[in-house]
């Protein structure tokens, strides 16, 4: 999908910027706010212009991932079959347009050519137990670190919410930096401390099979069990792990998917601090930010009429956009889910009319269930009657809509990315305002890992410098 980088806007270029993307949010809300599981229950497609639902009624998923999502298959050449609305055009342009880029500097990363399961840029010994997304994701973000942490001169990174420390590992081990681990659930740290000796006691054994490879003196992480409050700084996240020889310990704040608050938290201990010198951090979650506290951070944003985002906006923006257009192009039969989801809602508030949306667990191979089959196994799993009288025709004219439920929810996805970029453009905002120096780069694959968007920030201007962290994969 195209965007717009972030990399060389001026201030008031972003804060246009965000001008523009509180307009346009405020103007295509109704789409936003609603939940693709009321599609009959709140009869959503009649919410659409009528000459969008004339345009879309008759695409079919893969016209869906070509024509509306920019996605086309390869190869594909894009062909409009009928006239578009010049309305539906300009929120299409106006999405591309308003949106961060999230294609990094390569299309296809080059480590898992030859293995699709196995990085070719991590030795063995690093991607045992991690899987492939995680295996991108430390071995990017680790090499970003490093070359901010040389770029600045930081004495000791700081991974915050580390889990089962892979990427902590890998830039401790791995790079060589001197590395503090602070995760706040003592379950998943064991099980870091655990895999630290597992990998530690590997590469004795690498060692005593050859001879060649020279002892060094890199250490493991030192992990601490800490929740941090983005309310109020962490001493223990400040700490320095060993003197620094020019004083004052210079640390590095960095966050891999660091959900919801949290990444609000390793902002405030970026700008309070004066230990910390920069800034790495890969937010996620953002349904799960405070309100307020967590957005908007900066004033400029929180000035700005319409700039409010409720929780069905932040939960939106966190879907994976790039794999629903993989799945519109197969077209295969999961792409009902939605559609026997909302079929159930009806059934739902038909029985019980006060219960509203209830969470339904994972409901095993619904492309291969029969409408009424999922119906009743989804009135199992809320604590209904499975065998209450269904009205069949009901459910079968719920499912001849199937694919306008699923172009709904591709416009819903088409403006998903400006809510997005409208939190990390407000993030970038906050560290201006306060003299630092902000950038967002797409790092990861986002078919790999679609929060893939890196805030990095420093305290010093660091000019061209920081076109060397844009680094593709060779």
């Known amino acids: 999908?195209?965007?717009?980088?972030?990399?060389?806007?001026?201030?008031?270029?972003?804060?246009q910027l965000a001008v523009n993307l509180t307009r346009v949010l405020a103007l295509y809300r109704s789409i936003l706010d609603a939940y693709i599981i009321e599609f009959f229950t709140d009869n959503l497609w009649s919410t659409l212009p009528c000459s969008w639902q004339e345009a879309l009624d008759s695409l079919s998923p893969p016209q869906l991932a070509t024509l509306l999502l920019g996605m086309p298959g390869e190869g594909e050449v894009v062909r409009y079959r009928s006239v578009w609305p010049l309305t539906l055009l300009a929120l299409k342009s106006t999405a591309f347009a308003l949106a961060f880029t999230r294609t990094p500097g390569f299309q296809t990363p080059s480590e898992f050519?030859?293995?699709?399961?196995?990085?070719?840029?991590?030795?063995?010994?690093?991607?045992?137990?991690?899987?492939?997304?995680?295996?991108?994701?430390?071995?990017?973000?680790?090499?970003?670190?490093?070359?901010?942490?040389?770029l600045t001169g930081c004495t000791q990174i700081v991974d915050v919410g580390s889990g089962q420390g892979h990427l902590s590992r890998f830039m401790s081990l791995g790079l060589g930096l001197l590395v503090k681990s602070i995760e706040g659930d003592q379950r998943l740290v064991e099980r870091a401390q655990r895999l630290d000796q597992e990998l530690l006691q590997a590469l004795e054994k690498e060692?005593?099979?050859?001879?060649?490879?020279?002892?060094?003196?890199?250490?493991?992480?030192?992990?601490?069990?800490?929740?941090?409050?983005?309310?109020?700084?962490?001493?223990?996240?400040?700490?320095?792990?060993?003197?620094?020889?020019?004083?004052?310990?210079?640390?590095?704040?960095?966050?891999?998917?660091?959900?919801?608050?949290?990444?609000?938290a390793l902002l405030k201990h970026f700008s309070c601090c004066p230990d910390v010198t920069a800034l790495a951090s890969v937010g996620s979650c953002y349904m799960k930010l405070s309100d307020p506290g967590g957005y908007p951070l900066s004033h400029w944003v929180a000035s700005l009429p319409g700039y409010e985002l409720p929780y069905r906006l932040r939960e939106g923006a966190c879907h994976a956009l790039e794999e629903y257009a993989e799945r519109l192009q197969k077209a295969g039969p999961g792409l009902r889910t939605h559609c026997y989801r909302a079929a159930l809602e009806t059934v739902i508030r038909c029985a019980q009319p006060e219960l509203r949306r209830?969470?339904?667990?994972?409901?095993?191979?619904?492309?291969?269930?029969?409408?009424?089959?999922?119906?009743?196994?989804?009135?199992?799993?809320?604590?209904?009657?499975?065998?209450?009288?269904?009205?069949?025709?009901?459910?079968?004219?719920?499912?001849?809509?199937?694919?306008?439920?699923?172009?709904?929810?591709?416009?819903?996805?088409?403006?998903?990315?400006?809510?997005?970029?409208?939190i990390l453009l407000d993030r970038l905002l906050y560290l201006q305002e306060q003299g630092f120096h902000a950038e967002l780069l797409p790092l990861f694959s986002p078919e790999l890992s679609p929060r893939n968007l890196v805030l990095v920030a420093t305290k010093t201007p660091l000019g061209q410098a920081f076109s060397a962290l844009e680094t593709e994969d060779s």
């Open 207 to 264: 060692k005593k099979r050859n001879p060649q490879v020279q002892a060094d003196s890199r250490h493991p992480p030192h992990h601490v069990v800490r929740w941090v409050d983005p309310t109020a700084l962490c001493e223990e996240l400040l700490l320095p792990l060993e003197p620094s020889p020019q004083g004052r310990a210079r640390l590095l704040l960095t966050g891999l998917h660091a959900c919801g608050d949290l990444s609000v």
């Open 113 to 150: 050519l030859e293995n699709p399961s196995q990085s070719s840029r991590l030795t063995p010994l690093f991607r045992k137990h991690v899987r492939p997304k995680k295996q991108h994701e430390i071995r990017r973000l680790g090499e970003l670190v490093k070359k901010l942490s040389d």
């Open 1 to 15: 999908m195209p965007g717009v980088s972030a990399r060389g806007l001026s201030l008031e270029q972003r804060r």
């Open 358 to 422: 209830p969470g339904v667990q994972g409901i095993p191979r619904v492309h291969e269930l029969k409408i009424e089959e999922y119906v009743q196994r989804g009135l199992q799993r809320v604590g209904l009657d499975p065998q209450l009288p269904l009205n069949l025709a009901a459910l079968q004219a719920h499912q001849a809509q199937e694919h306008r439920v699923v172009a709904f929810f591709s416009l819903a996805l088409l403006l998903a990315p400006l809510v997005e970029t409208l």
